[in-house]
């Protein structure tokens, strides 16, 4: 026998309202989840591989200009066994839009 | 019914979510080859001061008395090789005397590097911009091998294969000490 409170479908408007905040909190709490997860920003480093060096950007001005920068960050490596390559970039922490980078490579 | 349903597509949509995450994880902390693949040869490194004692020696390294220090560089494409050579494939921890010395333009981006290529296990020092390793020793390349004995710089190298270069490190030992004994023998 039916109630007055009761809806069609035999379930209470209250019973209703706490499956929909149960349902809605599982959904958040995903949501927020998946936030965590992808929403972390990690510090982008270097990522852009030229000959021997691994830079943050692909380079973009000369050597010289790259020494140029009061604070730039300059290292070699060995390309082949006869060619080694210098690898420069502007300094910075992490791999900032800013930083610029230069490559030049040299037969030894 | 509805309840379990949406439970069930919940947990099944976290573990998509859980399972590209891990995905994305694993590929970036899987490093690229590339560079000079594994060459087994061991080149000098012409740069670097022999014989140079150093005025200065940073903490945690082993004592210069026996040491070899590796020079990777957060630029150098195949210093990412090499610090899988040493963390897994095939694995140094062994390495008695042995540290690594890491060139990076900062402080943050050398931990960086150590953290990504989990260098932890390793006795590290972070030499932001390659300071120490110019100004003492003249080094500026990547990557390389600084031996010491007694406190001085004997030889420097550059290498791609970490168990060619022990290889060749430990016949020189040997080397050296027979040679040693040879003449102390002939002292008595």
Redesign the interface.
Known sequence: MSTQNDDRNGSKPRTRLKRRRFLGGLGAGGLAAAGVIFGRTPAAYATVSVDCCNLCHSPSISLNTCRGYSSHYIWECEQSSSVYCLCCETAASGCPSGVKSAVSCYLN | M??VF??AL?IV??AV??LF?MLAELATRVP?R???AR?P?I?PLEEARLGHAPTGWPAGLPDPEHAVLLVL????????DVAEQLVVDPGHADWTGMAVIV????R??GE?FIR?YRLTGFPVHIDA??AWLTEEFGV????GALVFRSGKLISAH?F?NVSSLRSALETVDYENTRQEQRAQKEAV
């Not at chain 2, 500026?140 to 990557?143: A, E, N």
Request: glycine residues 8%; contains cysteine; aromatic residues 0%.
């Open positions: 509805l309840v949406a439970v919940l949509a976290a979510v859980i995450a690229e590339s560079g000079p060459d040869q080149r560089s957060t630029v150098c494409n195949s210093c990412r060139s990076s333009a900062s943050e981006n960086e990504r911009g390659g500026h390349t990547s990557p550059v791609n």
